[in-house]
């Protein structure tokens, strides 16, 4: 199973401002994905991170606000460009991975805790 | 697009009771995928459902797939202290390979 670590773990961070989330895994994957988590509420998509190509965002979700890169198969970083409070949430990458499996089955990192005051 | 509904959304038992969360969707599954998060952690990969009427067990846990593959169910027996978190299940949208997790059933145990 993949492994997956992010940085930072937690912030609180002052509006207006900008937070850098990045996330590492430790084999190579063809698809990450950034997931939104509100305290208490399900995990929504913000976009698929695949590397050589744009991120491809959900709806509600635009590259202004949330950049994404995707330099290489075991990286990623997403932007929360220009925060409010409205941002405060959990933030999530995950990996599919199906090497060597039937299944297709998330690995999830253990996530960015932000706090926008 | 597709909604995935879980009820119920908490759910509080005493040790020792059972405990179900039921998942379902307004329109036919390819499969259902169930994670758990405990408090403060991340979604873990449970299980995956492919086929109709499909029930499958870990230990504790009995996952089933509805005959219509439109709903799904988690069902724990005799619940532990350790159960405790939020169960959800997940889909992967057909076409477009994209997970769409459902509501959630929040669990506590009561010791």
């Known amino acids: 199973s993949a492994v997956i670590s992010q940085k930072p773990s937690r912030d609180i961070c002052q509006r207006g401002t900008s937070l850098t989330i990045q996330c590492q895994v430790d084999s190579q994957v063809t698809m990450m994905f950034w997931y939104r988590q509100q305290p208490g509420q399900s995990l929504t998509l913000i976009a698929t991170?695949?590397?050589?190509?744009?991120?491809?965002?959900e709806s509600g979700f635009v590259i202004d606000k949330f950049p994404i890169s995707r330099p290489n198969l075991t990286f990623s970083t997403l932007t929360v460009s220009n925060m409010s409070p409205e941002d405060s949430s959990i933030y999530l990458c995950?990996?599919?991975?199906?090497?060597?499996?039937?299944?297709?089955?998330?690995?999830f990192g253990p996530g960015t805790r932000l706090l926008v005051l | 697009g597709q909604q995935v509904m879980q009820i119920p959304q908490y759910q509080h038992v005493q040790e020792g009771e059972d405990f179900t969360t039921y998942c379902n969707s307004s329109t036919t599954l390819s499969n259902i995928q169930w994670y758990k998060q405990r408090p403060g952690g991340h979604p873990v990969f449970l299980i995956q459902l492919v086929k109709s009427g499909e029930v499958k067990k870990q230990k504790r846990l009995t996952f089933q797939f509805g005959e219509a593959k439109k709903n799904s169910s988690l069902h724990i027996t005799a619940t532990q202290t350790t159960d405790v978190g939020t169960y959800f299940c997940?889909?992967?949208?057909?076409?477009?390979?994209?997970?769409?997790f459902g509501t959630g059933t929040r669990l506590k145990v009561l010791a």
């Open positions: 991170a695949n590397q050589g190509s744009e991120a491809t965002y």
């Open positions: 997940a889909l992967i949208s057909s076409g477009t390979y994209k997970y769409i």
């Open positions: 995950s990996v599919e991975d199906t090497a060597g499996r039937p299944v297709e089955t998330q690995y």
